[in-house]
């Protein structure tokens, strides 16, 4: 009996240990278990955060250059002035060569060229003082010989040895030019004070204008000209003969009317003076146009008398002249 009660025993602890092995069996798996998907979820991330900044690059400059390209490109400028095969004869001379030109609003633009060049007879033809051969001239969409009176009313003019009323002052010039152009009397003599004021000739009003100096003469027609406050000037060499310190007050009277919308032709001989103020120029030799566009692509890198006499030629060597330099006395 003794024996059989101590074998009992050691059979249960037998069939014990197996018990408490398999609890611990079952925790190392899912210790392990843990500790695997712990670098799977590390190594997921990985490829996922990696590639995000690659991207975002790629498509950001796309987008950018996009709305760069929309806000630089500039909305196309409103057409005043189109010259359209203008020719003009006198007996054998063939003055204006069938000209093509058009000005775009709110330029200021420079009309160059040697003497004879044909920039007084365009000009002429442009603003209706001569009657071309052929060619055609619109101002602001209208034509200029079809309806002269609208077109002239759109036009401020300053011809070339302009004729004036000489006899009357410059308060009464003022005030018919005013007049002719449908301005009442009120609106009249107040525009007359403002730009007597701006020229600076506010002291010779009261003086007839066959008393004015050459340069006086030439602002009071430029005034005669703006005094309807038209779309478009045409200045046939309107600083000739004008003083260094008036010149400067009628260059910026000119680019604040630019600036408001304005646009300004203009011819003259000094190249000096069309580069410093014109943003576009027209080079004319012969009666034809060499060159036109804007200021920095007709000069490509050179000043604007040189491209001028690079295109216009003519440039001679003064030799047998050597009696200049041995003087009669």
């Known amino acids: ?35 695997t998907k712990s670098p799977s979820t590390s190594r997921t991330a ?32 409103e057409v005043v002035l189109v010259i359209e095969g203008l020719v ?39 603003t209706g003082l001569l009657r071309p051969d052929a060619g055609m001239v619109r101002v602001h969409g209208i034509d200029v010989w079809k309806d002269p009176v609208a077109a002239k009313r759109a036009m401020g003019v300053l011809p070339d ?17 005013g007049t002719l152009r449908g301005l009442d009397r009120e609106t009249t003599l107040a525009r007359s004070a403002d730009l007597a ?24 027609a430029l005034a005669a000209a703006m005094i309807h406050s038209p779309r478009l000037l045409v200045l046939d060499e309107p600083f000739e003969s004008v003083d260094p310190v008036s010149a400067a007050n009628v260059t910026e009277i000119l680019r604040n009317y630019v600036a408001a919308g304005g646009t300004v032709v203009l011819s003259s001989h000094s190249m000096d003076l069309i580069q410093r103020i014109c943003d576009s120029v027209a080079v004319v030799v012969n009666g034809a146009i060499l060159d036109a566009g804007t200021m920095e692509s007709v000069r490509r890198g050179k000043t604007l008398e040189e491209r001028f006499v690079e295109l ?14 041995s003087f009669s006395d």
């Open 1 to 35: 009996m003794k024996a059989k009660t101590a074998s009992t025993p050691r059979a249960t602890s037998a069939k014990a240990a197996p018990a408490a092995k398999t609890p611990a069996a079952k925790a190392a798996p899912a210790a392990k278990t843990t500790a």
């Open 46 to 77: 990985a490829p996922k955060t990696t590639p995000a900044p690659r991207k975002t690059p790629a498509r950001r400059p796309s987008k950018t250059t996009a709305v760069t390209e929309q806000a630089v490109t500039p909305e196309p400028r």
């Open 88 to 126: 003009k004869r006198f007996g054998e001379t063939t003055a204006v060569a069938g000209i093509d030109l058009s000005v775009s609003a709110g330029s200021f633009f420079g009309v160059v060229g040697p003497n004879g060049a044909g920039k007084t007879t365009t000009l002429s033809m442009v």
């Open 161 to 177: 040895r302009l004729r004036l009323f000489d006899r009357l002052t410059g308060s009464q010039l003022l005030f018919y030019s």
């Open 197 to 220: 004021a701006a020229f600076g000739f506010t002291d010779a009003l009261n003086r007839l204008v066959t008393d004015y100096s050459a340069g006086m003469s030439k602002k009071i």
């Open 312 to 325: 216009a030629g003519g440039r001679t060597n003064p030799e047998g002249m050597e009696w200049l330099h």
